[in-house]
C-alpha cells in the first residue's frame, strides 16, 4: 500500500510541475505507518522511482549520486570518487573505502553507465581534471562531503514520493544494492564483498537478513 501510495505521489507531483492538475488525491488517503523502523533497502519499484526522479535536471549530479549508491557504494565514499576512478572500458568504479569499509571496484549496469558518463561530461566539458570529484565538492571534512551527499539523496527521494516511508535512508539505496546480490546468490559473504563490509552479522543486518531463519 505505501509503494503504492509513493508512486501516485510521484505521478501526481510531476503532473503538477507540468501544469497538468493542481489535485493530488493522496494527500487524503490514511494509510497505517509501517511496523519497521530500522533503516531497510528499497524495493525493487522504489528502486526504480528513484531512479526515474533523480533524472529530474543536468548537470546530472543526482542520477550520478544515485547510481553509484545503487552500485554499492556508501554515501561516506562518494565524497572522494573521482573521474579517474571510473573505468569506462570495463565499466566499473573503484570505490576507495572508509574507516568502516574496505576499498573494493564495483560494477556499473547499464543505467549507471549512461548516467554517469554523462556526468563525467558535463563536468570535462566545465574544464574539470580527471581528479575531479563526481557527485560533489572536493572542499570539506569526510563528514561534511558525506552529508552533501545525503542532501543530494534526501531530494532524489522527496521527488520520488518516498520520505514518508519508514526504514528509507541515504542508506536504503545501498542496502538495495547488497539486497540484489544476496537474492541471486543466497550468500550473505558476496553481499558483505560488494558493500565493503568485515562483518556477515552487519551485513545481514543491512539487508533485513534474519540468520535464524537457517536454523
Known sequence: MHNRRAALRAFYRTARR???????????????????????????DEAALVRLFSEHATPTRHAATTALLLAGAHTSELGYIRISDIDITAHTVWAHGSTKHRARQLSLDTWARRVIYQ??????????SAEAIVCTGSDGSDAQRQARVCVT?????TRAGLTGAAGIKPSSLTAHA??????????????????GSGSL?????????RWSQDA
Open 18 to 44: 507540468l501544469n497538468l492538475t493542481l489535485e493530488d488525491p493522496t494527500t487524503d488517503v490514511a494509510v497505517p505507518d509501517r511496523q519497521a523502523t530500522a533503516v531497510r533497502p528499497l524495493l525493487d
Open 119 to 128: 556526468r563525467i561530461s558535463h563536468l570535462t566539458e566545465q574544464g574539470a
Open 153 to 157: 539523496v534526501r531530494d532524489v527521494l
Open 178 to 195: 547488497a539486497r540484489r546480490v544476496f537474492e541471486e546468490t543466497g550468500r550473505i559473504e558476496t553481499a558483505a564483498q560488494l558493500t
Open 201 to 209: 552479522d552487519g551485513t545481514a543486518a543491512l539487508i533485513g537478513y
